[in-house]
């Protein structure tokens, strides 16, 4: 099936045959859908703080700060923003011109709102030889968003959410990579005094994006009284997945050449898996707000922290035990207890299991990763949902899935997902070092029956892209897991530019 050209851009990419054969494999047999047991809740899976707890935990996470641990952030940023516009480039084709739809018309009554106005109206003025307000006036409103989206102007709708100003400030306006700067300066600030924030991006955007670090650096160092550390990463090649045709063939272009395509943000548990820290939180690029709602973003950052910490020490400990030798029947039963209600892992053999096979059970479940996410109540944003789910070892642990995984013609699956409580905001915070502070090579903890197939579409003809296990989901089913409720005031997501013009963002 594979030529000698095929073998020879394989190597170039750093895939197998082996890889490639599975990937196939995959296209001709689909992707399990995953048994749920129930959506976590409050009640079962998802921990509810009282106050007082969570002034313990952030005591826990300041405390850990002043020990010689390394921090870090990691932020996914490679994905365009074009779909932020799709409504101002759908503007742009249509065949009027003056704002006519609801979206276009709120652009428009609230576009000096937008912290890229100023910079807006400058490229205006030198394209057109007027500024916004004066083509408003003459009716020319698709030069105004022509110049805000196209490279003769501020090219936004080819550049990512990273590099497009978010928020307005007295001394300027800030980029949503800046507001991460500033965020990690208030959480994520170890005891050198450094911040560490590891940003993917897209190959063509690397530069733009190291450019602005080298200019914006000494401005946020001086302001946080911080030493930044920054650093970024590209998907790499061997992430890639074949492309098939509609019958399942590997899809070549007009030169015969097999095509390729990103295996999705899955594919990033690799630039993951290259961070040397203790403990890393994972945040989407356009989650942010301005420094004057930070409190509440940075209290619960710290919470989920204290948590893991919490976890992480409690795990140590039963591991250290378990090393030792000198351990009881009580104490193996208080592990297995743990195991159930602390971290929500339910296995129906255990009744059946001796004492040494118990304790054999026990390492192997606490041996792993470790991530504590933020749950945010359900008010209808899109997003992946916490639920109990059913693993490939017959255990039940806690997992995120998004609705390609459950199989929506079982009425008891497709009530589960859609009376959910809860949905997953991508607020993470993971501990990627065993008892031994050695690194856990993350690429082992991915379940690959968790990716998905979709149709797209190349030079005219159809194709279908794999899929792999995403970054939250399947590429970190085999942690574990704690899911804790945090307010909806700390997820402002910025999915159209006109999110922009929420009060969260002014």
Known sequence: MLTLNDTLQLKQKNLTEGQIHEQLDFFMKGFPFLEIKASASTEKGIMKLTGEEIQGYISLWDKYLQEDRTIAKFVPA??????????????????????????????????????????????????????????????????????????????????PKGLLLFHNYPEGARTAMEEHLAEGAMYAKGKDNKVVIHFTVSPDHLLLFENLVREKIPEFGKKFG??????????????????????????????????????????????????????????????VVPDRLKDETVRYKKVIAGVLVSLQQQIFNYLRLIESGDYTHKQIEEMIYFLQNGLCIKNPETKYLEDVELVLYIKKKLMRPIRVCGMVKNEGEPGGGPFLAVNQDGT????????????????????????????????????????????????????????????????????????????????????????????????????????????QHQ
């Open 78 to 159: 490679s994905g365009a923003a074009s779909r932020m516009f799709k409504d101002l480039f759908s503007f742009l084709s249509a065949d009027y011109d003056v704002p006519t739809t609801d979206f276009e018309q709120a652009f428009f009554d609230g576009i000096q709102h937008f912290a890229f106005y100023r910079a807006l109206n400058t490229v205006c003025m030198k394209n057109e030889g007027k500024g916004i307000e004066a083509l408003v006036a003459g009716g020319n409103y698709k030069a105004v968003v022509s110049n805000l989206l196209d490279n003769r102007g501020l090219n936004y709708g080819a550049l």
């Open 226 to 287: 911080v030493q930044y550390e920054i650093s970024f990463s590209t998907q790499l090649p061997s992430t890639d997945t074949i492309a098939v045709d509609m019958a399942n063939a590997p899809f070549r272009d007009v030169k015969g050449q097999l095509v390729f395509r990103p295996g999705g943000h899955g594919a990033l548990i690799r630039n993951l898996n290259s961070l040397d820290a203790d403990v890393v939180f994972v945040k989407n690029i356009d989650n």
């Open 396 to 503: 039940v642990s806690l997992q995120i899935l998004e609705s390609s995984q459950i199989d929506m013609d079982n009425p008891a699956a497709q009530k589960a997902f859609e009376t959910g409580s809860h949905f997953n905001p991508v607020d993470l915070v993971c501990a990627i070092r065993n008892v031994n502070g050695e690194k856990y090579n993350l690429p082992d903890y991915v379940d690959k029956n968790t990716g998905f197939i979709s149709q797209k579409s190349k030079d005219g003809r159809e194709l279908k892209a794999l899929e792999l296990p995403g970054l939250w989901n399947g590429a970190m089913s085999d942690w574990n897991t704690i899911f804790v409720e945090i307010p909806i005031e700390t997820f402002n997501p910025v999915k159209t530019v006109n999110d922009l013009l929420r009060g």
